[in-house]
């Protein structure tokens, strides 16, 4: 019997002695059992095994190879693929990672424990209707836990919003330096982004009105963004939800809102429109990045719309009964808040000391800008050779900056030192 994969583009070919034994690509020759291991990640590895192989015949592939390939939908082509931030160093086990906007001070003890405790029971499946985390969002935040959904990181809930109210022919409005998710789900219904440039790396509702078509189903704005660390303020905000088209959907990206003192996120906004939904997440502020949930607030009616294609287990309840017990835990969050304050303040202040300034930061990152990209990227290779990885953002049409997430003491005093090294190793 003869077996051929061209599954990974590398041919393999199994010949079978009598037996057991096999020969490899006609050299050696081993049991099933440890060829199979060999043809590793190909599920008929299992199969032969057990003796039970069957593949299609070798001519009806190349039949097979002849056909029109498959087409992506429209758009689809056009996306860049995500650039998440850089986290290892070859040959570094002192790394400082400043490049993801994580929380310094790691997940709420409570968390893990909740996490720990949902090991005993992956056997089950979970909640479909999240009722439990939604509640505590509702208590903490002061919502109707009914108009509450949750979602596999708020990447999720922006990708639901565009699946669900943008298509072809529509457009996705979002300003010159937005976060890169939402021209990627954009994209990826078919539906048009358009770009509303910022003033001075600050979102300009102005532009964005200017920008607004009858076409337009959804704005999306961070406040604040990411990677500017700027945001606008609530009059502004209703200004921009008031002068939309009809039928459009202002989307209020609240990723870093909890690191602005007093602000609600743009509840107040969601709560008096009904063309207003806000985005939030559990991977900043309560640093659950790596475990994937957010969430969104919206009018009763669009809430109800997205349900319909979320995933009916679209989180695992370690995920909710881990997001639940973050959300609840109020003085560890208190103590990140007043971390990130202090530090940040701190590092701009250095930063700006040695010659690097920034905008006013009000997440839990800051903007640093240098002279041009030259001496940006000079500083990043820098930074690498000491051990430090920050987030570069030419994709963001910001080449000539890094973004530089605050970190806990050590780790500022640390990324504040050696850009001062380089600045004056240039002087
Ligand atoms: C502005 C903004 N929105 C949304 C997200 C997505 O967050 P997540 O999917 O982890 O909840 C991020 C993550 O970096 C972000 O910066």
Redesign the pocket.
């Known amino acids: 019997m003869e077996l051929r994969s061209t599954g990974s583009g590398l041919e393999r070919r199994f010949a079978r002695s009598p037996g057991r034994e096999i020969k490899v690509e006609g050299r050696r020759a081993m049991d099933a059992r440890e060829a199979c291991k060999r043809w590793r990640g190909c599920n008929i590895a299992g199969q032969f095994a057990a003796g039970v192989a069957r593949r299609a015949p070798i001519e009806r592939r190349g039949t097979m190879e002849k056909r029109m390939p498959p087409t992506p939908q429209p758009g689809i082509m056009e996306i860049a693929l995500y650039q998440g931030g850089q986290s290892a160093l070859p040959g570094r086990d002192d790394v400082i990672k400043l490049s ?2 994580e929380n310094p001070y790691g997940p709420s003890p409570k968390a893990v424990e909740a996490y720990g405790r949902a090991a005993y029971r992956l056997h089950r499946y979970p909640s479909t209707d999240h009722l439990s985390l939604r509640t505590a969002i509702a208590e903490v935040h002061g919502l109707d836990p009914d108009r509450i959904i949750c ?8 990708h639901f919003l565009c699946q669900c109210y943008a298509g072809p022919g529509d457009e996705v409005l979002h300003t010159e330096h ?2 890169a ?1 939402y021209r990627i789900s954009a994209l990826a219904a078919g539906a048009t982004p358009v770009e509303a440039r910022e003033r001075e790396r600050v979102t300009d509702v102005d532009a964005l009105l200017a920008a607004a078509t009858p076409r337009t189903k959804l704005v999306f704005i ?1 406040n ?4 500017t660390g700027t945001m606008i303020g609530g009059n502004e905000i209703a200004r921009l939800a008031d002068g939309l088209p009809d039928g459009a959907i202002l989307v209020l ?4 809102a909890e690191f602005v003192d007093g602000y609600d996120g743009g509840v107040s906004l969601v709560d008096g429109r009904d063309n207003v939904v806000m ?6 502020l309560y640093g659950l ?1 790596g475990l ?3 969430w969104g607030y919206g009018p009763q009616g669009i809430i109800d719309v997205l349900n319909r294609i979320r995933g009916p287990f679209n989180l695992s309840q370690a995920q909710l009964d881990a997001a639940e017990a973050a959300v609840r835990d109020r003085e560890f969050a208190e103590t990140c808040l007043a971390g990130n304050r202090r530090m940040r303040a701190w590092l701009a202040e250095a930063l700006a000391e040695k010659g690097v300034p920034s905008d006013t930061s009000c997440a839990n990152f800051i903007l640093a800008r240098f002279a041009d990209e030259a001496e940006a990227e000079a500083c990043d290779a820098w930074l690498k050779e000491a051990g430090i990885l920050v987030r570069k953002v030419a994709g963001y049409k910001l080449p000539h900056c890094l973004r530089i997430t605050v970190g806990d003491e050590a780790a500022c005093r640390r990324v504040a030192h050696a850009v001062g090294q380089f600045k004056d190793a240039r002087a």
């Open positions: 993801s906007n979602g596999v990181g708020s990447d999720e809930i922006i937005g976060f998710m961070a604040p963004n990411n990677p990206d609240g990723a870093y985005t939030r997440t559990f991977s900043k990045g994937r949930i957010g």
